[in-house]
């Protein structure tokens, strides 16, 4: 693994925003993936970031410092679908590193 | 539209029996893993393999073996089940490259049981 370290909760409420924050081991310079789990469903991508910086995607934003091995997501204006957990996933090799997970509750 | 599918959604077994879980994408992917997944502990790989025939060990490999004859395919076996292996059973695959190729695209699931 490459010792992913993410909240395992947050809870929010409808129209806030959360940011959920994932630092790693960096082992070089391959971008980060940020994907959606609902509870009894597979991960569904929602985000690459494949250089520094902030990707903004809807309501949805992903930053990423390589070199810093730290990523966050943020969620805005939440809405009820969005309880969810989300998993933080570094490529390593050809694979992908898993993150626990964050469970956000959105909660009205 | 892309598509990984397993061959269960859930499934009962008894300790000891051989289990069998298939998996099969059409997306022309080298890449395939098996994962499982347990409360708390996130996504664990099983096993992986980059071409036919070709399998690597990932984290967790003991209890299982895999098989992969056909490029589409992926099988995950239990050779004699046990009750810490009861856990949801996920498939993925991804196609060779760099950057977002990395992206790995899930199936639905198995949620295996054994009694």
């Known amino acids: 693994g490459q010792n992913i370290d993410q909240p395992t909760e947050m809870t929010a409420t409808e129209g806030a925003i959360v940011q959920i924050n994932c630092t790693y081991q960096t082992s070089g310079f391959n971008g980060l993936f940020w994907y959606q789990q609902h509870a009894g469903e597979a991960p569904t991508f929602l985000s690459y970031?494949?250089?520094?910086g902030l990707e903004e995607k809807g309501r949805f934003s992903s930053f990423l410092s390589r070199s810093k091995g730290y990523s966050y997501l943020l969620l805005k204006e939440l809405q009820m679908k969005d309880s969810a957990s989300y998993l933080c996933?570094?490529?390593?090799?050809?694979?992908?590193?898993f993150g626990a997970g964050t469970t956000v509750t959105v909660r009205a | 539209d892309v598509k990984v599918t397993q061959s269960s959604r859930y499934l009962v077994k008894r300790t000891g029996e051989k289990v069998f879980l298939e998996c099969v994408q059409d997306m022309d992917h080298e890449n395939m893993f098996w994962y499982r997944q347990d409360p708390g502990l996130g996504l664990r790989l099983i096993y992986f393999s980059y071409d036919v025939k070709m399998k690597e060990k990932g984290d967790i490999p003991e209890g299982y073996s895999v098989s992969r004859e056909k490029k589409e395919r992926f099988s995950l076996i239990l050779e004699s089940a046990s009750t810490n292996q009861t856990s949801m059973y996920l498939c993925?695959?991804?196609?060779?490259?760099?950057?977002?190729?990395?992206?790995?695209?899930f199936g639905p699931g198995t949620r295996l049981t054994v009694t």
């Open positions: 970031n494949v250089l520094d």
């Open positions: 996933a570094p490529p390593n090799d050809y694979k992908l590193s």
């Open positions: 993925a695959s991804s196609s060779q490259g760099r950057g977002h190729s990395y992206e790995q695209y």
